[in-house]
């Protein structure tokens, strides 16, 4: 198939550089412009991205010149943009990009809660793309935007999507989630290294919303949330990537740990494409696993790990730990796969 070309929107942040990473030698991807702010405009991206990805910048990345947000023009040959931008710039640039005409896949958190802007996980929901019909008809658009959604929910709502089918009905989740989650300069070493911090500005909200609108069934033109409970605490911790998730689920009826373990096993793959990993639950038999150390980076980081599942006090309770990559599968590389199905359903 024909390369498509896309562009990076906020392509020096931390989100912006794992983008540049992943889409480095993808198959169906050609990274075509890099945007930044007007302070880094006209200058070749490795003279102003402070890189701190445990990977090479990539070559062709390194001596593009950064163009800046504020000047993307409708003829530019692009079909599609990523966008990690900051998210006072995003509410502005995010919406002009898509009434030019492009593409948006956005892992910001700015437009997920509106109504016709599809929040996507593939392997959950992508029934919801069809708003995007109904986003351009309404807003006058040629493009339109999609979302996905905050790190913390995809690793989440992905383990929980399975567990649906056994009438779930109520969720509590305590996570512990890494620095990487914060930025690049988001956290001084002073205040995480030896502790634990047990607040998340707006984290607990995303994780308690988000998964309503993900889980709901597409109306219609409207999506109609799920009727789950969830109530999370969120908390960071001293680890560089992974995000792990300790969840408390209820059903109406009796579910054996058994159960629980069948339908994690038993979720399908029915995604195919470059970064779809084959196996996107993954179960792990050991007493101490998950951990961030040693499954982060399984399916090249798109697979999340549940373990330690066990019976609760009620016959209608089980426990289980999850963990994901929170900057590949709960950011860059959840946007890039909600970009390959609208390849594969025609949008791009």
Same mark, same amino acid.
């Given at each position: 198939?024909?390369?498509?070309?896309?562009?990076?929107?906020?392509?020096?942040? @931390?989100?912006?550089?794992?983008?540049?990473?992943?889409?480095?030698?993808?198959?169906?991807?050609? $990274?075509?412009?890099?945007?930044?702010?007007?302070?880094?405009?006209?200058?070749?991206?490795?003279?102003?991205?402070?890189?701190?990805?445990?990977?090479?910048?990539?070559?062709?990345? &390194?001596?593009?010149?950064?163009?800046?947000?504020?000047?993307? @023009?409708?003829?530019?040959?692009?079909?599609?943009?990523?966008?990690?931008?900051?998210?006072?710039?995003?509410?502005?640039?995010?919406?002009?990009?898509?009434?030019?005409?492009? &593409?948006?896949? @956005?892992?910001? &958190?700015?437009?997920?809660?509106?109504?016709?802007?599809? $929040?996507?996980?593939?392997?959950?929901?992508?029934?919801?793309?069809?708003?995007?019909?109904?986003?351009?008809?309404?807003?006058?658009?040629?493009?339109?935007?999609?979302?996905?959604?905050?790190?913390?929910?995809?690793?989440?709502?992905?383990?929980?999507?399975?567990?649906?089918?056994?009438?779930?009905?109520?969720?509590?989740?305590?996570?512990?989630?890494?620095?990487?989650?914060?930025?690049?300069?988001?956290?001084?070493?002073?205040?995480?290294?030896?502790?634990?911090?047990?607040?998340?500005?707006?984290?607990?909200?995303?994780?308690?919303?988000?998964?309503?609108?993900?889980?709901?069934?597409?109306?219609?033109?409207?999506?109609?949330?799920?009727?789950?409970?969830?109530?999370?605490?969120?908390?960071?911790?001293?680890?560089?990537?992974?995000?792990?998730?300790?969840?408390?689920?209820?059903?109406?009826?009796?579910?054996?740990?058994?159960?629980?373990?069948?339908?994690?096993?038993?979720?399908?793959?029915?995604?195919?494409?470059?970064?779809?990993?084959?196996?996107?639950?993954?179960?792990?038999?050991?007493?101490?696993?998950? =951990?961030?150390?040693?499954?982060?980076?399984?399916?090249?980081?798109?697979?999340?790990?549940?373990?330690?599942?066990?019976?609760?006090?009620?016959?209608?309770?089980?426990?289980?730990?999850? =963990?994901?990559?929170?900057?590949?599968?709960?950011?860059?590389?959840?946007?890039?796969?909600?970009?390959?199905?609208?390849?594969?359903?025609?949008?791009?």
């Amino acid at each position: 198939m024909r390369r498509i070309k896309v562009g990076v929107l906020g392509a020096t942040g @931390s989100v912006g550089q794992r983008f540049v990473q992943l889409l480095d030698g993808h198959p169906w991807f050609e $990274l075509g412009a890099l945007y930044a702010s007007e302070r880094s405009a006209g200058k070749k991206y490795r003279e102003v991205a402070k890189w701190f990805l445990p990977y090479e910048m990539p070559e062709a990345a &390194a001596e593009t010149v950064v163009k800046s947000v504020d000047d993307i @023009s409708e003829t530019e040959d692009i079909a599609l943009m990523f966008s990690a931008l900051p998210r006072p710039t995003a509410i502005k640039v995010e919406k002009s990009c898509a009434q030019a005409g492009y &593409a948006v896949s @956005s892992n910001v &958190a700015v437009h997920r809660m509106e109504k016709d802007v599809p $929040l996507v996980i593939p392997e959950v929901n992508r029934d919801h793309l069809a708003l995007i019909e109904e986003q351009r008809s309404r807003r006058g658009w040629d493009g339109f935007i999609i979302t996905n959604p905050n790190c913390s929910t995809i690793v989440m709502v992905l383990s929980l999507k399975p567990l649906m089918s056994l009438k779930l009905n109520e969720v509590r989740v305590s996570t512990m989630q890494a620095v990487s989650g914060a930025g690049y300069a988001g956290l001084p070493s002073m205040a995480i290294l030896d502790n634990v911090l047990p607040f998340i500005a707006t984290e607990e909200g995303k994780m308690e919303s988000e998964p309503l609108k993900i889980l709901g069934t597409l109306e219609g033109s409207e999506i109609k949330d799920a009727t789950v409970n969830i109530c999370a605490s969120c908390h960071r911790v001293p680890v560089i990537d992974g995000h792990t998730e300790a969840i408390w689920v209820k059903f109406e009826d009796s579910v054996t740990e058994a159960e629980v373990k069948n339908a994690f096993n038993n979720f399908p793959r029915e995604i195919d494409t470059p970064f779809s990993p084959e196996k996107p639950i993954i179960v792990r038999e050991e007493q101490d696993r998950p =951990q961030p150390k040693l499954d982060r980076d399984a399916g090249r980081g798109m697979s999340i790990s549940v373990g330690r599942i066990r019976s609760g006090r009620m016959k209608n309770e089980v426990k289980y730990i999850v =963990q994901g990559h929170n900057t590949v599968r709960g950011a860059a590389g959840a946007s890039i796969l909600n970009a390959e199905v609208l390849v594969e359903k025609g949008y791009i």
